[in-house]
């Protein structure tokens, strides 16, 4: 371990509150500046905060689970996931004070990603709306939406569409077990 | 004041010129603000890699929960929502110090850095001690991806008998490995009878949070490595990207949860 | 620079890693040296040495394919044989040469030397990057010995569900591969953000730096999609999850999305280097300012980004919905603008330059004729009512072996050719260069121009057999091969040639106004003697001093180079 205490590259190596960008984007960053690593240090207390509000949150998300608001319950939920996400990534992850491009990097991801699920989705939403027989979502004999494509051969698997079996009475003979 | 000392210089290369190059210095950057903004902005653009990379399976769950919403509900009363939300705060609360870890390396404190990184470990094992409850629940009820879905293989320890009640597999037909229900008791002590397609609900649920538990445990050894190079010393006021990029990568595990915790068990019709 | 109090910028004369002057092909000596190099240009060479190994090996199942189709039935091979054959050929090309080839290989060598760094950001991870793609070689190659796959390099469910091929340890293989791609995108992003020296603003880019930035994003962004569909594929294999059978509930052209929302951008990350290149080229041999600097830098970019809005239209008549194909289709015609962008601003450029034709040049203009072909042909099989007919036949074949090898490829050879002065510091035959370009471009027409036909007749592509009436086509095209082959073993053997026989390389010996050509050549361990402080854009022709242009012929003792001098670059 090294006893002395090193000189650092600047006298004020850490700027415990200023918070300010450290340079732009041209060039090398120390244009305007002295080298040094400068960060905003938020308080102890402050992060704790954040830290109970995002528990509210957790609570708040499971409270509201046991209410249906139909197709809205996705949104619902995203919508509390996502601002806890904003939380923890703005104060957690320092990007209130970071460099802008980070938070960019960190946004993009999501664009891309959103690109990616909507268009996908779209597809599979999609299927056979202009004309029934294509895409094959549809199942000629009974005319049900059959997810994902055609239903598979074996009369179990139909059943999926209608009621299940009461029991193991409609499956095939010899192959039910109990443990 | 120990903690504000500059680490050893081991790479004794760089001793050459240390007064102008303090020893974290690579060689290749000019100062330590240009390595610690390149080392930030690699690690958010890893960070946007992962984001897409766990995207794919959030793709996978909507596309399949739009094509099956019924079956999405029936199955996803087999998560526990209590022991989510408690996974939950336990991340939440690793985030925490995780953060606090790096606000400590930050000031040049030391031990405070090494016992918040001890808590943010601690709370990924308990983290991961939980969800082998989880997952061992599941095996039990033979609720697994694929071929694995009610398979009789998984049933010893239903006789235990506790919490898990009766459960039924149904062969669909004489074929090996043709596909089963399963009748079982949900956590909210409702008898389902899920078809052989409910397995994709759980093969998502497996792949989903198995991923994410890969990266609990990629964390906790980034975390861990941090931790030793922290009591070593390694780092100071001047130097703390480690520890920044540690936590940063810790974070962005407590994001994903914090995506996957409702979408797996809260959405879809409460009872 | 406005930072010179800091003592440290310019100061490696006693560098941690050496001599920083010491030319980095012998500052450090012994096999070690290279194999723990962290240094980027040394890790470029190494890149180039295995991208070279799997061209010859992509290459040669290429000819395998061609001649078993030179006549009809059986010709060399089973059709079991055959199939693997072009899934290999496939696989290796996409995913051990063209994807890494100008990225890794010339943009590792390259990019920090353009922006005036000493090294890329993480040093490390770009040797952990060149050891993943090592072992994805491995991977791969063990796959081939222990059962080979059928495939073809797209690896569709159900087939790759159900076959009993190696499609495991391929796509695992394929999966290392990908970590290695997004460690080289992830550098590069970030040494481009961090490491410009003073002088080098965005506007002063050098294009390649902005075509490897834009590959970089795409890098970044799409190659964990990939990741994620191959352990998707995997747990599809070993579990039976379902995701992609429609009999438990999924959807088999749910892979094919997950697929080409990586592999759309793929095709991008093949062809932006090869267009990053040319820009290079162009603005070089034609001695002139590139025209439109700001409008090729974006469009780039743009390409980056409508890269990722695009990937449907492979999947017209894979059952995708009729809305889909259609929104597919229209957002496809967008990608026509930033490549016509590039193609009137190089054409642009040339206008009244001072052409030189140097043999890198020759590949240049080849590429922009060639890639005319294959973009346009491309728009054919965009419009979704053509491409219905189209699809799967060999217009397709010949439309992205265009774009893949008649622009990527012909842009790497020209970037080889333009660059191996610099890299290796000798200097090959220009003669021998043009023989093998001349035969390239032959070979290359023919094969691939008779495909097209072929494929507008009617031939669908990865069969293994044929009609009466394509034999002549198919014969044409094997023959083409042959050419090609002659051409690409010609430029291979002029620039090995060079390495012991060539002359010793000047500073600058095409008389670029480049960034690169201002270090020394061989290029010193840390790229530059000092920090450079750059004043003027890359291609400011008429803000260059007469110094900077200067090819430094006169500057080597050997009396023979002179002359050269006047045979290689003087033709104004």
Same mark, same amino acid.
């Given at each position: ?28 960053d120390? =244009?305007?500046?002295? =080298? ?27 409270k ?5 608001? =139909? ?11 996502t ?12 990007l ?28 599979? =939403? ?8 294509y ?36 499956t ?8 | ?51 897409l990379m766990?995207?794919?399976?959030f ?7 739009g ?7 029936q ?18 609360? @690793?985030?925490?110090?995780a ?5 400590? @390396? ?45 398979h ?56 989903m ?63 | 620079m ?10 490696? +004369? ?14 450090? #000596? ?10 980027h ?26 001649? !078993? ?10 059709? !079991? ?10 696989a ?15 943009g ?31 991977? *791969? ?12 390099? &797209?690896?569709?469910t159900? %087939?790759?569900?159900?076959t ?6 391929m &796509? ?14 992830l550098?590069?992003?970030?040494? $481009? ?10 506007? #002063? ?9 834009? &590959? ?25 999850i ?10 088999? $052209? ?19 280097p ?6 290079e ?6 001695? #002139? ?22 990937w ?14 259609? *929104?597919?289709?229209?957002?496809t ?29 020759? %590949? ?11 973009g ?6 965009? &419009? ?16 992205f ?16 050719? %333009? ?28 094969t ?30 094997t ?17 090995? +040639? ?17 960034? !690169? ?22 291609y ?33």
């Open positions: 371990m090294a006893t002395e205490s090193h000189q650092p590259p600047s006298a004020s190596a850490v700027d415990a509150h200023t918070g300010h960008d450290t340079g732009h984007d041209a060039g090398h120390h =244009g305007d500046d002295d =080298g040094a690593v400068h960060v905003h240090i938020a308080s102890t207390q402050f992060y704790v905060g954040i830290f109970v509000a995002l528990v509210c949150l957790t609570i708040m998300t499971v509201v689970s046991y209410y249906d608001f =139909g197709p809205a319950n996705v949104i619902v939920a995203l919508l509390i996931a601002t806890k996400a904003g939380l923890v990534a703005t104060f957690f992850m320092h209130r004070h970071d460099k802008l491009f980070n938070t960019l990097t960190f946004l993009a991801a999501f664009l891309f990603l959103a690109i990616f699920i909507v268009f996908t989705y779209d597809d599979l =939403g999609r299927r056979g709306q202009i004309d029934n027989d895409g094959g979502t549809i199942d000629p004999k009974t005319g049900l939406a059959a997810p994902g494509g055609l239903p598979a051969t074996t009369a179990t698997i139909n059943d999926v569409e209608g009621e299940p079996p009461a029991g193991p009475a409609t095939p003979a010899g192959g039910e077990k109990k443990e | 004041m120990a903690n504000v000392s500059e680490s050893l210089p081991e790479k004794a290369g760089h001793g050459e010129h240390a007064h102008a190059h303090p020893s974290f210095l690579q060689h290749h950057f000019d100062t330590p603000a240009q390595q610690f903004n390149a080392s930030k902005l690699g690690m958010w653009i890893f960070i946007a890699t992962e984001i766990f995207g794919g399976l793709c996978a769950y909507a596309i399949w929960r094509l099956e919403p019924d079956i999405f509900d199955s996803h009363h087999f998560l526990n929502k209590i022991m989510g939300a408690t996974n939950t705060v336990v991340l939440l609360f @690793s985030s925490l110090t953060a606090l870890a790096v606000r400590s @390396s930050q000031l040049g404190k030391r031990d405070q850095t090494s016992i918040y990184l001890v808590i943010t470990i601690l709370c990924a094992v308990v983290f991961l001690v939980v969800k082998y409850f989880e997952y061992a629940h599941k095996f039990h009820l033979g609720l697994l991806p694929g071929h694995c879905f009610g009789p293989y998984f049933s010893a320890a239903i006789q235990n008998g506790h919490e898990v009640g009766t459960c039924l597999r149904i062969h669909s037909d004489e074929m090996p490995g043709s596909p089963l229900w399963v009748r079982a008791i949900d956590e909210s002590g409702h008898e389902q009878l899920l078809p052989p397609r409910a397995n994709m609900f759980f093969a998502i649920y497996f792949v949070t198995g991923l994410h538990a890969v990266h609990v445990v990629i964390g906790m050894s980034i975390l861990t490595w941090v931790l030793v190079k922290n009591t070593r010393g390694r780092f100071s006021k001047e130097y703390f990207t480690p520890v920044d990029l540690g936590a940063l990568y810790w974070h962005l595990v407590d994001l994903v949860w914090i995506y996957l915790f409702p979408l797996l068990y809260l959405v879809g019709k409460p009872d | 406005a930072a010179v109090d800091i003592p440290a910028i310019g100061g490696h +004369e006693a560098d941690a890693h050496g001599d920083g002057n010491a030319p980095y092909l012998t500052a450090k #000596r012994g096999i070690m040296s290279w194999v723990y190099t962290v240094d240009k040394r890790i470029g060479l190494m890149y180039l040495m295995m991208v070279s190994i799997a061209f010859l090996a992509g290459g040669t199942f290429a000819l395998l394919v061609r001649l !078993e189709l030179f006549s009809r039935g059986k010709t060399i091979v089973d059709a !079991e044989t055959y199939n693997r054959f072009f899934t290999l050929h496939g290796i090309m996409v995913f051990l040469f063209i994807i890494p080839s100008v990225p890794a290989a010339l590792n060598f390259f990019l920090p030397i353009m922006i005036g760094a000493k090294d890329v950001a993480f040093p490390r991870l770009n040797m952990l990057s060149f050891y993943l793609y090592c072992i994805g070689v491995v991977i *791969l190659l063990a796959s081939i010995i222990g059962g080979s796959v059928d495939t073809g390099w &797209t690896f569709y159900p %087939y790759s569900v159900q009993a091929n190696s499609v495991i340890s &796509t695992f293989g394929v999966f290392v591969l990908g970590f290695s791609s997004i460690l080289t995108g550098n590069f992003l970030v040494t $481009v953000h961090t490491l410009r020296a003073p002088g080098v603003s965005w506007t #002063r880019l050098p294009l390649f730096v902005w075509g490897m930035y834009a &590959t970089a994003l795409m890098q970044v962004l799409a190659t964990p999609v990939l990741a994620i569909t191959l352990l998707l594929l995997g747990a599809e294999r070993f579990f039976g379902g995701i992609f059978d429609p009999k438990l509930g999924g959807d088999p $052209v749910l892979f094919q999305h997950f697929f080409w929302f990586y592999s759309h951008p793929a095709v991008y990350i093949m062809i932006v090869g267009m990053a290149i040319n820009s080229l162009i603005a070089t041999f034609s001695r #002139r300012s590139i025209f439109g600097y700001f409008a090729v830098a974006m469009s780039s970019i743009g390409l980056a980004i409508l890269g990722f809005l695009v449907g239209h492979h999947m017209f008549v894979a059952g995708m919905s009729e809305f889909s194909t259609m *929104l597919f289709s229209a957002l015609m967008l990608v026509a603008i930033p490549s016509g962008v590039k193609m009137f601003n190089w054409t642009a450029t040339l206008y009244k330059g001072s052409i030189v034709w140097a043999s890198p040049m020759l %590949y240049a203009m080849s590429f922009i004729f060639l890639f005319s072909i294959g346009l042909t491309g728009l054919f099989l965009g &419009t979704l009512s053509v491409d219905v007919h189209l699809t799967d036949t060999y217009f397709v074949v010949a439309h072996h265009y774009v893949m090898m008649g622009g990527t490829v012909m842009a790497f050879l020209g970037g080889l050719l %333009y660059w191996w002065p610099k890299m290796t510091g000798k200097m090959h035959d220009e003669l021998k260069a043009k023989i093998g370009f001349v035969f390239v471009f032959i070979g290359f027409n023919l691939f121009m008779s495909q097209f036909i072929m494929g507008s007749r009617g031939m669908p592509r990865r069969y293994y057999d044929y009609l009466p009436q394509f034999e002549p086509f198919h014969r044409a095209s023959i083409g091969s042959w050419i090609l082959a002659v051409g690409l073993f010609t430029t291979g053997y002029t620039l090995l +040639e060079a390495l012991w026989k060539g002359k010793r390389a000047p500073r600058n010996p095409w008389g670029s106004a480049g960034y !690169e050509w201002m270090t020394e050549t061989p290029v010193p361990l840390a790229n530059f003697r000092q920090t450079p402080v750059i004043t003027r854009g890359p400011d022709y008429h803000l260059a001093t007469p110094e900077e242009l200067a090819t430094g012929w006169d500057e080597i003792s050997e009396k023979p180079a002179a002359k050269k001098t006047s045979q290689a670059t003087k033709k104004d």
